[in-house]
């Protein structure tokens, strides 16, 4: 089996089932004419190898990092030009990952998780947007003129470890020097400290900005569990499905008010992060909240599946997610049971998780185990009703001590405590029949 080391590049066409439904010959077209107008040059100006196209997706091998960035901003710089006098709902755009790992070699195609975490990466970055790994910022941060911003450590499908991802901050304009040129000294950095003053109050009024890993310090949080509901993403691109996931996130925000014992950050503030890509722990450290929660809407023949999502903004830990498939032929009643279900839900973790009472007693529950990671002393579990403390829900767990995960495995009904105050299982054990 051969082995080797590669940067690799990752773009497909956001909404490209979309452009299809509308016009398929123009939409191919324009997708034919974006390629031999500017990607594939691109590519080989860069000395990329082109290891597959997958419909609307494509899959690049570079030698050198640095050239694979390179040529993901000339791409993306090349089309935006393109686009510009393009409708915006008829607009072609990409999104690229980029990643640096080691990859198995088969012949002209290449596997591994180098190449899966590239993909990934293409799915966190904004619609003519680029993201990296952490492996590529550390080898071009001194040799482009670029600017990058984090956005922490992101969990992604079939990754066991999170990979800490950057956004890379370039201009529509953007010129990029050969690797051989000598940098040029990098415009934040020639800044004068009044100036520079000025600007760091500006940035705090309007976010928290990173660049080469510096950043404002974040807000204090306050000593009541807080929440931040980002505004609800519409997957479908019907405006019907848009008026619904603004009515839905600001039914939340409306029932979560109600409870006394928590602070939900107002519609408005949240609504500034409408399509926006951010992580829960930059709107946590925006918003000072602990908790944010993160919402799409998307509909399918007739039906419409909400899924929903409650991050740890402390840490970017996925604490509780659900979806919910639903008929359409009520959206009221449909909006109605969803908040309420969400509401309650939340409010009774949040304010049981923000206990630190040391005479709590631990709250039991029985469950299922969905999946065991001994390593980092977790567990998944499918459990119900946890009276007076949590609704039904599947949730990850940190268990404490790690031991106690030795005897358990995936599929097992197992009866568990939770710590309220430390929000860990501190007694698991198989059922037996």
């Not at 000339?74 to 686009?83: D, E, F, K, P, Y």
């Not at 009472?357 to 999946?371: D, L, N, S, Y």
Request: aromatic share 6%; glycine share 8%.
């Amino acid at each position: 089996m051969e082995r080797r080391l590669a940067a690799i590049l990752a773009a497909d066409v956001v909404g490209y089932s979309r452009l299809m439904e509308i016009d398929e010959a123009g939409t191919l077209a324009t997708l034919n004419a974006h390629r031999d107008g500017v990607i594939n040059p691109s590519i080989a100006e860069h000395h990329g190898r082109v290891v597959k196209l997958m419909g609307d997706g494509i899959l690049v091998e570079f030698p050198s990092v640095v050239e694979a960035v390179q040529c993901a901003v000339q791409i993306q710089t090349g089309l935006a030009t393109r686009n510009a006098n393009v409708p915006e709902e008829m607009r072609m755009e990409w999104r690229v990952g980029i990643n640096v790992g080691d990859v198995i070699v088969e012949g002209d195609d290449l596997y591994g998780d180098g190449i899966n975490i590239a993909s990934r990466l293409e799915g966190l970055a904004e619609p003519g947007g680029i993201c990296i790994s952490r492996e590529v910022f550390t080898q071009v941060k001194n040799k482009v003129d670029l600017g990058f911003e984090s956005l922490g450590e992101q969990t992604v499908k079939n990754i066991s470890e999170p990979v800490l991802v950057f956004r890379v901050e370039f201009s529509p304009g953007t010129t990029m020097r050969r690797p051989e040129e000598k940098p040029q000294t990098r415009w934040w950095r020639s800044i004068a400290l009044p100036a520079a003053a000025a600007a760091a109050v500006v940035i705090g009024a309007f976010g928290v900005w990173t660049y080469f890993g510096d950043s404002e310090a974040p807000r204090p949080l306050p000593d009541k569990p807080s929440i931040a509901v980002l505004p609800f993403v519409n997957l479908s691109g019907d405006p019907a499905q848009e008026r619904l996931a603004d009515g839905l996130t600001e039914d939340i925000i409306i029932d979560l008010a109600q409870f006394p014992d928590m602070i939900v950050i107002d519609r408005h503030s949240a609504s500034t992060y409408k399509g926006k890509s951010v992580t829960a722990q930059q709107v946590g450290r925006e918003l000072g909240v602990h908790y944010v929660l993160e919402g799409s809407i998307q509909e399918s023949i007739g039906k419409v599946r909400i899924s929903v999502q409650l991050v740890d903004a402390t840490t970017g830990h996925q604490l509780w997610a659900d979806r919910y498939d639903r008929e359409y032929s009520d959206v009221f009643a449909l909006q109605d049971e969803i908040t309420q279900k969400i509401a309650w839900t939340l409010a009774g973790y949040s304010t049981r998780s923000a206990e630190t009472a040391a005479t709590a007693k631990p709250f039991e529950g029985i469950g299922t185990v969905i999946t065991v990671d001994a390593g980092k002393s977790r567990v998944v579990l499918d459990h119900g009703e946890i009276k007076g403390f949590m609704a039904p829900m599947v949730m990850s767990y940190q268990v404490t001590p790690p031991t106690l995960l030795e005897s358990i495995d995936a599929g097992d009904k197992v009866r568990f405590a939770i710590d309220p105050a430390k929000r860990m299982i501190v007694a698991i054990t198989p059922l037996t029949e």
